[in-house]
């Protein structure tokens, strides 16, 4: 059974506290990209912003739609990211990124609780939440506060959930009814 | 250069910083930019040159501290609204130093309108290459466009396949769109006025670009 560890949280740092352009982007994304790569599998490393005032638009583009576009594109095979200490004005350039390129990605808010910073649509959003409280999830376990959804189409939600780095699967089990299920655990 | 006579003008060119932004590149005669004009000022942002990413981060500085008492106490802003602005103009002055290949300045001012509506503008202008020729830079079927179907293309979020296209001036128009304002961009032989619609207006040419965007004071819609 897979479990994610926690890293030592990665601190977004530029040259001062206000990032700007796509160049600082850049060289923020290489920076975090390097450090992904060399952490160790199954893991998720914490992507602190605390030192960060201000991030204009165009740089947090090229630093999170980099990131999280490797990621989503399994090169980066199970290591994954969560935001962490956003201030209002950066959550909000943040948010507009997400918005635009049609990411997501979990934050860890200032109270601990996990949330979604992005695209995404309800149902999926109400599955990934039901991962983060169980630790794990299968397709019944979605069915049971989604009776009127039928598997195939919870098994669908399942995958995307995956594809965007959100839930990832750790084993295949076998039911006692028999047949096979697959075991996701959330990205938190 | 010789300086306007109107004590009114010489004391706003004052207010402005015209004089010392202007001074490398021209003398000014008479006693342009030494008198104080009486009443409130209405600049946000003086004249500041741009020209390296360290000019963008103390515009962006100046903005959180000292202009942000003022959109906060008088234009009735709140951290987002602050932030928006904030954006506009990190991403307006940013294009100076990444795509014009060559310096800049932007300013900014606030307004009232006769029925008491305040509103903001901001002015950032470059004598560089222009739009066209800076997304022919990257795109190089960008050759081929007229100067007002490069500046249309800039403002499109999909124009091409191309993933990783930058998006700023495209956000710089859903913000003014958010805030209710316009969104004017002149370069080459061609001038482009956002307000609800697109409206392509009369221009002599120019090399670089400009930008002049109002913002009103009224607070914050969804921007995307």
């Known amino acids: ?188 | 250069m010789l300086p306007p006579t109107e004590r009114e003008l010489q004391g706003y060119l004052h207010r402005m910083n015209f004089a010392a932004v202007t001074s490398p590149l021209a003398i000014l005669e008479g006693t342009a930019g030494g008198r104080r004009a009486s009443g409130p000022s209405e600049v946000l942002l003086e004249l500041t040159p741009i020209e390296q990413q360290a000019d963008v981060e103390q515009v962006i500085r100046t903005i959180l501290g000292r202009v942000r008492r003022i959109l906060e106490g008088e234009l009735g802003y709140g951290e987002r609204d602050v932030t928006a602005f904030s954006t506009v103009l990190a991403e307006a002055c940013t294009n100076i130093c990444d795509h014009s290949a060559d310096r800049g300045v932007v300013a900014a001012q606030r307004y009232t309108q006769r029925g008491g509506t305040r509103y903001i503008v901001v002015g950032v202008a470059d004598l560089g290459i222009g739009i066209r020729q800076s997304l022919a830079t990257r795109y190089r079927q960008a050759e081929r466009w007229s100067h007002i179907q490069a500046i249309v293309n800039a403002l499109h979020k999909e124009y091409s396949r191309h993933p990783d296209r930058g998006l700023g001036l495209f956000m710089v128009s859903k913000i003014v769109g958010a805030y209710q304002g316009s969104l004017h961009i002149r370069s080459g032989d061609a001038r482009l006025y956002l307000r609800h619609r697109a409206r392509r207006l009369a221009a002599s040419p120019f090399p670089g670009t400009q930008l002049a965007i109002t913002l009103s004071a009224r607070g914050v819609q969804e921007r995307t």
């Open chain 1, 1 to 188: 059974m897979i479990g994610l560890e926690r890293q030592n949280p990665h601190a977004v740092e530029g040259r001062t506290e206000l990032l700007n352009g796509r160049r600082e982007g850049h060289e923020l994304a290489d920076r975090l990209l390097a450090q992904l790569a060399a952490s160790e599998p199954d893991s998720i490393l914490p992507v602190d912003f605390g030192r960060v005032r201000f991030m204009d638009f165009s740089c947090a583009d090229e630093l999170m739609t980099r990131v999280l576009r490797r990621i989503r594109s399994g090169e980066l095979g199970t290591r994954f990211i969560l935001l962490q200490d956003l201030s209002p004005s950066v959550e909000e350039n943040l948010a507009a990124v997400f918005a635009l390129r049609d990411l997501v990605c979990a934050k860890l808010t200032k109270g601990g609780k996990i949330e979604l910073l992005g695209k995404i649509g309800p149902e999926l959003a109400e599955t990934y939440q039901l991962a983060v409280r169980k630790g794990t999830i299968t397709a019944r376990d979605v069915a049971a506060i989604a009776p009127d959804v039928g598997i195939s189409a919870i098994s669908n939600r399942l995958a995307k959930l995956q594809t965007m780095g959100l839930l990832v699967r750790t084993k295949e089990g076998a039911p006692a009814s028999g047949g096979r299920q697959f075991v996701y655990r959330a990205v938190s």
